[in-house]
T-cell receptor, first 115, second 114 residues
């Protein structure tokens, strides 16, 4: 399978714990995006990388959220001190280097449940 | 279980009929638009896209229409099949190399009646 993959697919955690999600983009894609999707809503953009550089992070929901892409390949999204309001689907997408037609391919998502 | 339809408009059509899903966007600077299909428990799947210098684009059984004057986008699905049942989202992006992520609409839940 050469699509975007995410791990884990489901995560249940207790409030206050830290969680980390991984995303592996399509191999030739330079751009990697993170989104959050809550029930009944469309995905909400959080941050994105071009290779290893994080070019936009002002849309991260709070300072408890951080993302890395150290080698310009896979990326991780970490949420510290989770809250019940963090429960959502976290989606990763990737695309080729900058073009006007910015087609993004999405992974299956990681569903987070905070108890 | 999830009640995805609680916050989403719903469109119910008979199998074999044509479907039209509408989307309004607000950013007049948007110049690239995409329709995504999302099935329960899965990530969004690309269906078709259109640039702002076009007003119509056709794919296999799908057509996207763009009206920039009223900032309206529509997705037409011909001869709907049971597998078309899903939530459909429109998304927009602005020029400049796609510096930001996509902005998604609220979505429409398409239900195919047998």
């Amino acid at each position: 399978d050469t699509g975007v993959s995410q791990d884990p697919r489901h995560k249940i955690t207790k409030r206050g714990q830290n969680v980390t999600f991984r995303c592996d983009p399509i191999s030739e894609h330079n751009r990697l995006y993170w989104y959050r999707q809550t029930l009944g809503q469309g995905p909400e953009f959080l941050t994105y990388f071009q290779n290893e550089a994080q070019l936009e992070k002002s849309r991260l929901l709070s300072d408890r959220f951080s993302a890395e892409r150290p080698k310009g390949s896979f990326s991780t999204l970490e949420i510290q001190r989770t809250e019940q309001g963090d429960s959502a689907m976290y989606l990763c997408a990737s695309s080729r280097l900058a073009r006007v037609d910015n087609e993004q391919f999405f992974g299956p998502g990681t569903r987070l449940t905070v108890l | 279980g999830e009640s995805v339809g609680l916050h989403l408009p719903t469109l119910s059509v008979q199998e074999g009929d044509n479907s039209i899903i509408n989307c309004a966007y607000s950013n007049s600077a948007s110049d690239y638009f995409i329709w995504y299909k999302q099935e329960s428990g899965k990530g969004p799947q690309f269906i078709i896209d259109i640039r702002s210098n076009m007003d119509k684009r056709q794919g296999q059984r799908v057509t996207v229409l763009l009206n920039k004057t009223v900032k309206h986008l529509s997705l037409q699905i011909a001869a709907t099949q049971p597998g078309d049942s899903a939530v459909y989202f429109c998304a927009e992006n602005t020029a400049g190399g796609g510096a930001d992520g996509l902005t998604f609409g609220k979505g429409t839940h398409l239900i195919i009646q047998p």
